[in-house]
């Protein structure tokens, strides 16, 4: 673990501790004495929740499930936690992680600060998010992550352990398996050696698990693995942000019984089939797909998130109507079918005013969801901090393609009033007024949020960081934050009872409040010593 660059926090803190410490008094020197500390040097901070796939609740939430983090990519040596702590894994606390940019870094569209985030969690299936920004300011994004034993719409599997190998890693009969369904389905002719990444042979039983993500349901789609707004290894060899119109994914894992894993295929390739439903969307045509469309196979990296292109196949109409495309594989790992989008593609585009004549609350967060008009099926799904009479931008989208724009925010209880906003150009530099209306207007209340290190308790530490606010009976959290220690919460009803969570360091600091006239929250945290040592110096 390193500090990241924050080292004039600790500099300030040292000049205001000796200044109290050799003041000339007959008391000891901290005697009666309150030293306050701003704390506001992250200009740049990336709020994450990990949801289930399936149930859609936090992961973690009531039964204490840790994802571990680990952040990859050109500017992952840039990446703090919310308070300045670098670390070489993060992890998440009721399903929810904050992360921050250095303050030295300061991204633009010509130097912007790319990474990915790789979570990993015992019983799900790894994924990734790539995150590209231009500017500092507040992000919002969800990774959801599938349950291998609860699996959401539009995922299949099947767990297969029928087939054998000889002592040299020879399969010893044909092996056919399919999903349910049939959407993917594997052949392994006998003769095949499987390998180890590190070449030594795969013996006895194997254990086969093929998962199918369909490319037309929604669940399907958020839960792509590495997503559909990745960083790849292009067919020329360079690595470049590209945005995936997708064809389908498959994982495909197999272990012997003592728990080695088959990385290297030799003598005969593996076929891995699946079907592509007729109305997928091709984008190199711009239409629907047909017989003899070739299509880029994609692989997968688990430990970086990273795609790298592989080859090209071509999709067939079978006798059955029905579209399907064959890879031969001659290595394991993940793959995903996908025509991509990159050389019309942008970092900023479209200017978005959401105005209102009802507002309660000076910003807001709102979900956007993009939507193919060819098929309804979702393209992307973005996080906007939108506050009045400001606009927010259009970001990491795909140029000249039209698509319907869907947006909601109803954890603050708003709506817009048309269903959807169609627009043919997400990049072009136009504007767009999203007009909205509230439920009911509440209230609003201050909140002083402060901390303190058990070693130093005389000095009051005023914190500039994010927290996440609910109704006790509620699982929708708001997100609101504090400025050197103060904010405020708006839209929150009288009479009610409502929990207000913070992360800070790996550790999830929780308070409840009941709202009346003269609520004043306030909320003391206790750092841990990690925090007060490296960051505060005490």
Same mark, same amino acid.
């Given at each position: 673990?390193?500090?990241?660059?924050?080292?004039?926090?600790?500099?300030?803190?040292?000049?205001?501790?000796?200044?109290?410490?050799?003041?000339?008094?007959?008391?000891?020197?901290?005697?009666?004495?309150?030293?306050?500390?701003?704390?506001?040097?992250?200009k740049?901070?990336?709020?994450?929740?990990?949801?289930?796939?399936?149930?859609?609740?936090?992961?973690?939430?009531?039964?204490?499930?840790?994802?571990? !983090?680990?952040?990859?990519?050109?500017n &992952?040596?840039?990446?703090?936690?919310?308070?300045g702590?670098?670390?070489?894994?993060?992890?998440?606390?009721?399903?929810?992680?904050?992360?921050?940019?250095?303050?030295?870094?300061?991204?633009?569209?010509?130097?912007?600060?790319?990474?990915?985030?790789? &979570?990993?969690?015992?019983?799900?299936?790894?994924?990734?998010?790539?995150?590209?920004?231009?500017?500092?300011?507040?992000?919002?994004?969800?990774?959801?992550?599938?349950?291998?034993?609860?699996? $959401?719409?539009?995922?299949?599997?099947? !767990?297969?352990?029928?087939?054998? %190998?000889?002592?040299?890693?020879? !399969?010893?009969?044909?092996?056919?398996?399919? %999903? $349910?369904g049939?959407?993917?389905?594997?052949?392994i002719?006998?003769?095949?050696?499987?390998k180890?990444?590190?070449?030594?042979?795969l013996?006895?039983?194997?254990?086969?698990?093929?998962?199918?993500?369909?490319?037309?349901?929604?669940?399907?789609?958020?839960?792509?693995?590495?997503?559909?707004?990745?960083?790849?290894?292009? $067919?020329?060899?360079?690595?470049?942000?590209?945005?995936f119109?997708? &064809?389908?994914?498959?994982?495909l894992?197999?272990?012997?019984?003592?728990?080695?894993?088959? &990385?290297?295929?030799?003598?005969?390739?593996?076929?891995?089939?699946?079907?592509?439903?007729?109305?997928t969307?091709?984008?190199?045509?711009?239409?629907?797909?047909?017989?003899g469309? %070739?299509?880029?196979?994609?692989?997968?990296?688990?430990?970086?998130?990273?795609?790298?292109?592989?080859?090209?196949?071509?999709?067939?109409?079978?006798?059955?109507? %029905?579209?399907?495309?064959?890879?031969? /594989?001659?290595? /394991?790992?993940?793959?995903?079918?996908?025509?991509?989008?990159?050389?019309?593609?942008?970092?900023?585009?479209?200017?978005?005013?959401?105005?209102?004549?009802?507002?309660?609350?000076?910003?807001?967060?709102?979900t956007?969801?993009?939507?193919?008009?060819?098929?309804?099926?979702?393209?992307?799904?973005?996080?906007?901090?939108?506050c009045?009479?400001?606009?927010?931008?259009f970001?990491?989208a795909?140029?000249?393609?039209?698509?319907?724009?869907y947006?909601?925010?109803?954890?603050?209880?708003?709506?817009?009033?048309?269903?959807?906003?169609?627009y043919?150009?997400?990049?072009?530099?136009?504007?767009?007024?999203?007009?909205?209306?509230?439920?009911?207007?509440?209230?609003?209340?201050?909140?002083?949020?402060?901390g303190?290190?058990?070693?130093?308790?005389?000095?009051?530490?005023r914190p500039?960081?994010?927290?996440?606010?609910?109704?006790?009976?509620?699982?929708?959290?708001r997100?609101?934050?504090?400025?050197n220690?103060?904010?405020?919460?708006?839209?929150?009803e009288?009479?009610?009872?409502?929990?207000?969570?913070?992360?800070?360091?790996?550790?999830?600091?929780?308070?409840?409040?009941?709202?009346?006239?003269?609520?004043?929250?306030?909320y003391?945290?206790?750092?841990?010593?990690?925090?007060?040592?490296? !960051?505060?110096?005490?």
């Amino acid at each position: 673990m390193k500090l990241k660059k924050i080292s004039i926090i600790r500099l300030i803190t040292g000049l205001l501790i000796a200044m109290v410490l050799f003041t000339t008094s007959c008391k000891k020197p901290t005697e009666g004495v309150k030293l306050i500390v701003n704390f506001d040097p992250i200009k740049t901070t990336f709020s994450i929740k990990f949801i289930d796939a399936k149930t859609g609740e936090l992961i973690g939430w009531e039964d204490n499930k840790i994802v571990q !983090v680990t952040i990859c990519g050109p500017n &992952a040596d840039d990446v703090i936690d919310n308070i300045g702590l670098q670390k070489s894994s993060y992890s998440s606390v009721k399903g929810f992680l904050s992360l921050a940019l250095d303050p030295d870094v300061v991204p633009t569209k010509e130097n912007p600060a790319t990474f990915t985030v790789v &979570a990993h969690l015992n019983g799900y299936i790894s994924t990734s998010k790539n995150i590209t920004i231009i500017n500092e300011g507040k992000f919002m994004y969800e990774i959801q992550m599938v349950d291998f034993n609860n699996l $959401p719409n539009g995922v299949t599997k099947i !767990v297969d352990n029928s087939g054998t %190998t000889d002592t040299e890693g020879k !399969v010893t009969g044909d092996i056919n398996i399919s %999903t $349910p369904g049939g959407d993917a389905r594997l052949f392994i002719p006998a003769g095949t050696i499987l390998k180890t990444v590190e070449g030594e042979p795969l013996i006895g039983q194997l254990e086969i698990t093929l998962i199918h993500f369909s490319n037309m349901e929604d669940e399907s789609l958020l839960a792509f693995p590495g997503g559909l707004s990745a960083y790849a290894t292009m $067919p020329d060899g360079s690595e470049q942000n590209v945005f995936f119109f997708s &064809a389908g994914f498959v994982s495909l894992d197999i272990f012997d019984g003592d728990g080695d894993e088959a &990385a290297i295929v030799e003598v005969n390739p593996l076929e891995l089939t699946a079907v592509v439903p007729e109305e997928t969307y091709n984008s190199d045509s711009q239409t629907g797909i047909a017989d003899g469309d %070739t299509i880029p196979l994609w692989s997968y990296n688990e430990g970086t998130g990273e795609w790298a292109y592989e080859t090209i196949d071509t999709i067939v109409l079978t006798n059955k109507g %029905t579209y399907e495309v064959t890879s031969e /594989l001659w290595h /394991l790992t993940w793959w995903n079918w996908d025509w991509w989008w990159w050389e019309w593609w942008c970092y900023e585009g479209l200017h978005i005013y959401f105005e209102s004549e009802e507002y309660y609350c000076d910003c807001y967060w709102w979900t956007t969801d993009v939507r193919n008009p060819y098929n309804n099926t979702l393209l992307m799904r973005s996080w906007f901090h939108a506050c009045h009479g400001e606009p927010v931008i259009f970001w990491n989208a795909p140029a000249y393609f039209p698509v319907n724009t869907y947006y909601s925010s109803q954890c603050y209880g708003v709506y817009t009033e048309m269903d959807y906003y169609y627009y043919n150009n997400l990049c072009l530099p136009d504007i767009l007024y999203v007009y909205f209306y509230a439920e009911s207007m509440g209230t609003t209340v201050d909140v002083e949020i402060t901390g303190y290190c058990a070693s130093h308790p005389e000095i009051i530490i005023r914190p500039t960081l994010s927290y996440w606010v609910r109704k006790w009976d509620d699982w929708c959290f708001r997100w609101f934050e504090v400025i050197n220690g103060y904010g405020e919460i708006c839209g929150v009803e009288l009479g009610e009872t409502y929990i207000i969570g913070v992360y800070a360091d790996g550790e999830w600091h929780e308070h409840e409040f009941l709202i009346e006239y003269s609520t004043y929250v306030q909320y003391n945290i206790e750092f841990p010593q990690e925090i007060c040592s490296e !960051v505060f110096g005490l």
